[in-house]
């Protein structure tokens, strides 16, 4: 996990089964928001597997898990919607779990209904989350046919 100065926010990189994605953690506000955008820019681009499934021209899913996301603030939905945009700019499909937490949800359903996010974003399909692909803290490990 990356977590930022204060902590209140983790964020991992996945893997589940063909999609690649990251796992938010925590509260996304003004302070935490442009670690989740950077995060996924970094997990869509240099990671191996993901350059592996950009070369196979394989459609891509890319899976925002954001179940343990607590709190979101204007600049947490900038955020999100930021990374809709580097994903659907990579011709990526989005999947989204939402988040448990009433108010985080909420905010969330609100910002779809108004037009200001996709739909993906209110809808309530869980995509389970097995595995930690990679710690973003570390070196990305180089696989030999990447």
Do not use: C, I, Y
Not at 66 to 80: E, I, N, Q, W
Not at 120 to 138: G, I, R
């Amino acid at each position: 996990m990356v977590n930022t100065a204060s902590n209140a926010l983790q964020v991992a990189a996945t893997r589940v089964g063909d999609m690649l994605g990251v796992v938010v953690r925590g509260e996304l506000d003004l302070e935490t928001a442009p670690l989740v955008t950077s995060v996924a820019a970094d997990v869509a681009w240099t990671t191996p597997v993901a350059a592996a499934d950009v070369a196979s021209g394989k459609g891509v899913q890319f899976l925002l898990d954001l179940k343990d996301v607590t709190f979101v603030d204007v600049s947490g939905l900038h955020a999100l919607k930021a990374v809709h945009v580097q994903v659907a700019g990579r011709g990526e499909q989005l999947r989204v779990n939402p988040p448990a937490a009433t108010n985080a949800r909420r905010l969330l359903t609100l910002a779809v209904s108004w037009g200001w996010l996709p739909p993906v974003f209110a809808q309530t399909q869980d995509h389970p989350v097995e595995t930690v692909l990679l710690d973003l803290s570390e070196p990305v490990p180089q696989s030999a046919d990447a």
